[in-house]
């Protein structure tokens, strides 16, 4: 249920939830190499979806995403493939829920219009830069890297609001798909009941993606997403 909730929540505000994932698995007392395998594969499904429903709806533009997913696919499978301790993981990962606890309330309480600024295509060598950077630390700890990558391109005017879910969908799914190869080596940790899981993120992100794309309000949303975020992340730390 909690898996279900949580992609839902996120599904809502076109993310794919593995920082969520982490933070539940985080609460339960799942190890490190649990937490990052069961989050990228529940991240994979949830981002497969996404993208799916942004590529049916002509909302997506290959030119935006191509930029970042060069570096960025082959970081993530070498951000997978490292598998830190667990006096390193988890105050590492409790810094990356903080920081996207604080980029999503940023993102949640600010006066700027979506769409308000010219848009302007982003340089291809800080697309490559931000690509590899963020597909490095997303594949390391098991998040999809889309949590980062949306307020740089909403910073930077480098697209609209939807125009910049669509990226970010397609990015998770690509990070997802180049850290789980990575962490191949580790997936015998994947806990037995992955395929529950994958059954209630799939019902959640559906759900999330309609209701949040219809009725639900993206502020509050993000806001309660933040606050989760970041009791996770203290808990984590500390």
Do not use: C
């Not at 669509?166 to 190869?181: D, R, V």
């Amino acid at each position: 249920m909690a898996f279900l909730v949580t992609a839902l929540l996120y599904a809502a505000v076109g993310q794919a939830g593995a920082s969520g994932y982490i933070a539940v698995m985080g609460l339960a007392g799942f190890g490190p190499l649990a937490m990052k395998t069961t989050a990228l594969s529940l991240n994979l499904l949830v981002a497969t979806i996404g993208s799916i429903l942004f590529v049916r709806a002509g909302q997506l533009s290959w030119r935006n995403v191509w930029p970042f997913a060069i570096l960025g696919f082959p970081f993530s499978m070498l951000g997978g493939a490292v598998h830190l301790p667990e006096s390193i993981y988890f105050p590492a990962i409790g810094g990356v829920l903080i920081l996207s606890s604080l980029q999503m309330a940023r993102t949640a309480f600010s006066n700027k219009k979506a769409g308000s600024d010219r848009m302007v295509m982003p340089p291809f060598a800080a697309a490559l830069a931000v690509g590899a950077v963020i597909g490095f630390v997303s594949g390391t700890t098991g998040t999809g890297g889309g949590v980062f990558l949306a307020p740089v391109i909403l910073a930077m005017n480098w697209g609209t609001a939807r125009e910049t879910a669509a990226t970010t969908a397609i990015y998770n799914l690509i990070n997802s798909l180049a850290a789980l190869i990575g962490a191949y080596a580790v997936w015998d940790h994947i806990p037995s009941s992955l395929p529950a899981w994958l059954v209630a993120v799939a019902v959640g992100g559906s759900t999330g993606a309609y209701l949040g794309s219809r009725y639900l309000s993206d502020r509050w949303l993000r806001g309660a997403l933040s606050l989760l975020l970041l009791m996770s992340g203290i808990k984590l730390i500390w």
